[in-house]
Every structure is written in C-alpha cells, then in structure tokens.
C-alpha cells in the first residue's frame, strides 16, 4: 500500500497544528506570564509547558473519539461543530486579536498571579485549547494503519517541539518582530485555520447529508 496519502494527511495536520498553535502570537502572553520570574525558573516553565502539550494532545488524539462515541456524538458531526470553533478562532486571528476561546482575559489574570503558570493556562488551553484538540481528533479519525498513528505522534511531538523552541525564544523574537511583526504573523495562520475549518465543515456536512454531495455534481 502506498503510504504517500498517509504521509499527506500527517503534513496537512502538521500544518493545522502550526496555525491553531500559533507560536508567534503565544510569545506576548508567554511574557507577561513569566515576568516575575528568573532565568531558571522560566526554562523549568518552558519545560513543563512543553511536555503537558504533548500530553494533551495525546491524550486527545487517541481517546478523544472515543468520548465521542460514549455521549453518542458522530464524528460527522464533530467536525462540523469543530470546524465552527475553528472559524470563530480564525476570525479573531485575521482581526490579530486574543480568542476567548483558546484562553479568557479572566485566566491570564488568574495565571499571572499564580507561581506556576506553565499547566493553566500557558499549555492549557492557550496551546494545546479546544482547536488543537478537534484537530487531533479527526485526523486520528481518519487514520487507517498503524504507521499512520505513528506519524500523528510524531506530529504532535513536533508541535511540542515548536512550542518550546517559540518559548524558548519569546524575548529575542518580540524584540525582532515588534507587535506588528507578531500581528502579521497572526493574521497569517489565521488564514490558514480559515481553510482549514472550512473543509472540516464540509467535510462533516458531506457525511451527515451525503444527498448534497450529489446534487451539487448533478
């Protein structure tokens, strides 16, 4: 079997990942966080932040479906639900503003005055939030082999691996990219999450209602 759409499907959601991430536009928050501590604590920060993404989205990937099916929930319709959180996130990022939905003015506040904001709400949920987590979910979905679920691992741990290294280097890039370098990045993956939530729906709808498929090719 050729293992060319399977490697197809890992970049596709390798880039779903990058742009609901967003790293660049992470680096503010990350900041503004992390402000009352030293060198050594931030690293141990970074850390942590890291790990718990992969976990997460771990977790999600290969559990999530399963949750699904338990409350009756088809993955038709997940998509589409998922596809509409991924619009509305899309939408606030071409706007180069905060989504409510990844993470709330309320949590950031909450978070900077706690000691340790690495789990709540650096990885969760402003990096690993509702969006990555629909993501990994329908691309487990669709995966049909092993070697596929491996390569979603190893998506997932790259993601991480992005999630540190933007962290890693939150200070030097703001001071390079400014906030106007950090919103035109934004409004970059905002516009990839856009298609990308676009043919979730479709694609969900495409399953539920499968007559409307034949009748826009008729």
Known sequence: MSI?????????????????????GAIPIFIALTADEDPVQQLATIKLASRTVAIVLLIAAFLGEYILQFFGISIAAFQVAGGM?????????????????????????????????????LAIPLMA??????????????NAS??????????????????????????????????????ISTRIFGLVLAAIAVTFIANGLAALFPGLVHVSTS
Request: net charge positive; charged share 15%.
């Open 4 to 24: 060319t759409p399977e490697l197809h499907n890992a970049l596709q959601t390798l880039i779903a990942l990058l742009a609901i991430l967003n790293p660049i």
């Open 146 to 183: 092993w070697f596929a679920s491996g390569l979603l691992i190893l998506d997932i741990l790259i993601i991480a691996g992005v999630a540190y290294a933007a962290l890693r280097l939150a200070r030097p890039l703001s001071r390079r990219l400014g906030v106007t370098g950090i919103n």
């Open 85 to 121: 959180v991924l619009m509305l996130l899309a939408f606030n990022m071409l706007q180069a503003k905060s989504s409510r939905y990844r993470h709330t003015p309320e949590e950031t506040a909450e978070g900077m005055s706690k000691e340790a904001v690495a789990v709540v709400p």
């Open 129 to 142: 939030g509702p969006g990555t987590m629909i993501t990994v979910i329908i691309a487990h979905h669709k």
